[in-house]
């Protein structure tokens, strides 16, 4: 019974802080209001509007027996009663009418109802309050005659109803205002700091970001730019070390091929050489790796421009790129130009042709590479995204690297906010699938 009513809840509830706050602010003072005015209603508005009818019903008796008893003198209390009490009375030999004029959920309607069935009888009495504006209609039935009268609606009702609901609504309204304006500046620095996270787990270095809010969301924030910053430094010393160490190999295997040139044995001087060449190319992978690492500020990009770029670099008619519509999007542009070269070189060493095509959905944009070579078996499409793994029984990103291509363009992809995957393109080839926010 409970879980099925907490499941209901939380389909019912909103899921922002914001609004739940606000439901826990304003909700108490709303029926709070909701409990005095239904007190208020029912202990003081009905019985002061009971009284005032009660008292109005009692004077219509009176004046009608008035009437019976000396008709003679009926002008005279007439005009007592229009002078002092501003009513209008009027006895005539019409029709009792028929046709009901109350309003059947009108409180004044049901009061003056119930009085005027308790001292006249039913079917001896006819009125409307909404005939005129501000008086009330009566007839009542006396003999083969009809008096009507005709007073003032105040005597039926109390006005204070309307004081004491203006009084208790505009002052909710005012708090419920004063408690949005401070809610909203109590949740921003909450969205600010889901924003910097969003960023930061998107690659994004995070260096504007200052602490802000209540005591508790400030030591949180304050934390948090903490730890980016630590894992930031780490990335950077990691980068520096990988690209020191690369940078330091390379002397020695400058020396080495110079030595191997001196050599007179031309078969060992080709192995040797074939083994530093691909050393060298290791070492060119780990470079890679390493710039893809460094900082590099997040912007508005054009992905028109970036395979525009690309097509220049190439050259080569073996590359079709096919773009609808420009699209923009935020993100680091020489890591993703990296990337999109990384796919399409592997494309054209394996296969002759390499054809990219951008769609774009609501809120995602899909860059799509297919080529013709022989493609990857499926069993091996989460292997190709490892570190250092290499398929060399068909193909790797590095066909003499270290297979760090794929893993590079995944995390590059992730920290973007998108994903990629794998599958057989139409020409028999290898599909890369891109898709990234914007």
């Not at 992978?285 to 028109?304: C, H, P, R």
């Not at 970036?306 to 080569?316: A, E, P, Y």
Request: charged share 25%.
């Amino acid at each position: 019974m409970f879980s099925g009513l907490n499941k209901f809840l939380r389909v019912l509830l909103p899921k922002r802080l914001f609004y739940r706050a606000l439901i826990i602010v304003a909700a108490p003072i709303i029926i709070l209001q909701l409990i005095i005015t239904i007190v208020f209603f029912d202990s003081i508005w009905i019985k002061a509007n009971k009284s005032t009818t009660r008292a109005l019903v009692a004077q219509l008796k009176t004046i009608e027996e008035v009437y019976q008893n000396d008709k003679k003198n009926m002008d005279f209390f007439t005009d007592s009663y229009k002078n002092n009490f501003n009513f209008e009375i009027r006895i005539t030999e019409d029709e009792f009418p028929n046709v009901t004029g109350e309003r059947k959920f009108s409180p004044m309607d049901r009061s003056l109802r119930r009085e005027l069935k308790s001292v006249f009888g039913n079917n001896n009495y006819w009125f409307s309050t909404s005939k005129f504006k501000n008086a009330v209609e009566i007839k009542i039935k006396s003999k083969k005659e009809v008096i009507k009268f005709l007073v003032p609606k105040e005597m039926v009702s109390t006005s204070s109803i309307r004081v004491f609901v203006l009084w208790t609504t505009l002052p909710s309204i005012f708090l419920i205002i004063i408690a949005l304006i401070f809610l909203k500046n109590q949740t921003r620095p909450l969205v600010k700091l889901a924003k910097a996270a969003e960023r930061f787990g998107k690659g994004d270095y995070v260096n504007d970001f200052r602490p802000s809010g209540a005591q508790e969301i400030r030591k949180a924030a304050y934390e948090f730019d903490r730890m980016a910053k630590r894992i930031n430094r780490h990335l950077n010393q990691r980068s520096e070390m990988l690209s020191g160490i690369s940078h330091d190999l390379r002397t020695p295997l400058t020396r080495l091929k110079l030595q191997l040139a001196m050599i007179n044995q031309k078969d060992l001087s080709e192995k040797m050489s074939k083994d530093i060449d691909e050393m060298e190319n290791m070492l060119n992978d780990y470079l890679q790796f390493a710039k893809m690492q460094a900082q590099e500020n997040t912007i508005e990009i054009s992905l028109n421009e970036i395979f525009n770029q690309i097509n220049k670099s190439f050259n080569t008619d073996k590359l079709n790129v096919s773009c609808e519509l420009d699209t923009k999007l935020k993100g680091r542009p020489m890591a993703l130009k990296r990337s999109f070269e990384n796919i399409i070189y592997n494309g054209l060493t394996y296969g002759k042709n390499v054809w990219v095509k951008i769609n774009k959905s609501p809120n995602r944009v899909f860059i799509i590479f297919e080529d013709d070579g022989p493609g990857i078996p499926e069993d091996q499409y989460k292997n190709v995204f490892k570190p250092f793994f290499r398929l060399d029984q068909s193909r790797s990103l590095n066909q003499s690297g270290v297979g760090l291509g794929l893993a590079i363009v995944e995390d590059v992809v992730n920290s973007h906010g998108g994903n990629i995957q794998l599958g057989k393109s139409s020409f028999k080839g290898l599909q890369v699938k891109i898709s990234l926010p914007f």
